[in-house]
């Protein structure tokens, strides 16, 4: 194969500098990998590195410093048949440490070049991550207070099953990368270079230097036998395709006249398990019965099963562009937790508005007509009471309707629960039907 290289954008880099050499290596590794060109993406970020995508004739990606990888893996996942090669300095390598510990621990079938030159280049000459603490940069003594990351441990460590450690001034580099690209998971190769622009003007950093640094540290020559494992997109297909199929989406077709042809804005307030969620999700559903549009947001707090739970549902004949409440129609208030998070809500609500809330909840002042449901007297456990006051409001023809409210709990509930509801249902109209006649 000839050539990837762009004639029309040839590389630039400072006279002396590493990456040029980096970049006729590559090429040469390209031109002995088949379909090359078309089957190869180059993916960078920032910094004198980041000029690799321009320099090839193949697909590229550039990207936010330090970030590449996660592009890489999204490539490579959705393309697997793509060689996915990252062009990487030791500036991104600092800035998106967690995302080189992830690619490690996935092991997905990527290379990625680490341009090891020992400080920023690009801006100014800045101490990086793994520039020595004896250096001298631009950033005066910051870098003697840092111990300097030895980027092929940090790998080893984190489970990548290819480590190879190499001079970028040395013959052997077109080997090298050819060894990581052909390997199937992730591949990390640290290439050692000069950065004369700005390092090497403070520092003496040589071939020979370079040389003599490396034959001091631990050797890596490629596989890691003991990280080595299944590649991760491999991995995750034959999982994938071992699960069964996903349930069809649900569809609520249009069965019922809702009782009013308008938004309605509604509020369900309460605290965790008291299943406030579901209780605004079998509202959407009923209402859905009803071909109205709707929408639904949840707050609750980080515990999960402490503190408030507060489901804000829009309703409208029309599409919701806007999610947000600014006046409720209706609010269902099955404890006081939720009613603290939403107190405001309360005074805003016009005289033509519905509060349905438990007898022994404390309303703050509103305008808004009051229904207060004994839950305690009707035997109402406290995970029931948001279904319960849903009931309420469809039997009080606000919003839904009992046949509404049915359809959205056999469409919710597995047929065992569903019964359980629909007793729930038929206990609060007979309650009710019993607070009509007093």
Same mark, same amino acid.
């Given at each position: 194969?000839?050539?990837?290289?762009?004639?029309?954008?040839?590389?630039?880099?400072?006279?002396?500098?590493?990456h040029e050499q980096i970049v006729i290596a590559l090429d040469r590794a390209l031109q002995q990998l088949p379909g090359a060109g078309d089957k190869t993406v180059i993916v960078s970020d920032i910094g004198c590195s980041g000029l690799f995508d321009v320099f090839f004739h193949t697909h590229a990606f550039h990207g936010l410093h330090g970030r590449a990888l996660t592009y890489a893996l999204g490539l490579k996942m959705a393309r697997p048949e793509l060689h996915v090669i990252v062009t990487m300095g030791d500036g991104g390598l600092g800035i998106g440490g967690a995302h080189i510990q992830s690619a490690c621990r996935k092991n997905a079938d990527l290379t990625l070049l680490v341009l090891n030159n020992f400080n920023f280049g690009m801006t100014g000459g800045q101490h990086s991550a793994t520039t020595p603490s004896e250096a001298a940069t631009t950033s005066g003594f910051l870098n003697s207070l840092e111990s300097p990351l030895d980027i092929c441990r940090l790998a080893e460590a984190a489970g990548a099953p290819f480590v190879l450690r190499c001079s970028g001034l040395e013959k052997g580099l077109v080997d090298n990368l050819i060894k990581a690209i052909d390997y199937d998971g992730f591949a990390v190769v640290d290439i050692w270079g000069v950065c004369p622009g700005r390092y090497t003007r403070k520092n003496k950093f040589g071939p020979g230097e370079i040389r003599e640094k490396l034959e001091a540290l631990p050797v890596y020559t490629g596989a890691i036998k003991e990280n080595e494992r299944q590649e991760y997109g491999q991995n995750y297909r034959q999982k994938a395709a071992s699960l069964p199929e996903p349930p069809p989406l649900l569809v609520v077709d249009k069965k019922y006249n809702p009782p009013q042809w308008q938004k309605e804005q509604i509020l369900i307030l309460g605290s965790a398990g008291q299943r406030i969620v579901t209780a605004g999700e079998l509202l959407c559903l009923a209402a859905m019965s009803g071909g109205l549009m709707v929408t639904q947001k949840n707050d609750y707090d980080i515990t999960v099963l402490k503190g408030p739970s507060v489901s804000e549902i829009i309703v409208w004949p029309g599409e919701v562009g806007y999610t947000g409440i600014d006046a409720a129609d209706v609010v269902v208030v099955i404890s006081d937790e939720g009613v603290r998070r939403r107190r405001g809500a309360f005074a805003a609500m016009?005289?033509?508005? =519905?509060?349905? /809330?438990?007898?022994?909840?404390?309303?703050?002042?509103?305008?808004?007509? &009051?229904?207060? &449901?004994?839950?305690?007297?009707?035997?109402?456990?406290?995970?029931?009471? /948001?279904? /319960?006051?849903? /009931?309420? =409001?469809? &039997?009080?023809?606000? &919003?839904?309707?009992?046949?509404?409210?049915?359809?959205?709990?056999?469409?919710?509930f597995p047929e065992g629960l569903a019964e359980q509801a629909l007793e729930l249902v038929s206990s609060v109209m007979a309650g009710m039907g019993e607070r009509s006649a007093e």
């Open positions: 194969m000839s050539s990837l290289l762009n004639t029309a954008r040839p590389p630039v880099f400072c006279p002396g500098c590493t016009s005289d033509q508005a =519905l509060i349905i /809330a438990a007898a022994d909840a404390t309303l703050p002042e509103s305008p808004a007509e &009051v229904i207060k &449901v004994d839950f305690k007297a009707w035997k109402i456990a406290g995970r029931d009471r /948001a279904l /319960a006051a849903l /009931a309420v =409001l469809a &039997v009080s023809n606000r &919003v839904i309707n009992i046949p509404m409210l049915k359809t959205a709990i056999a469409k919710r």
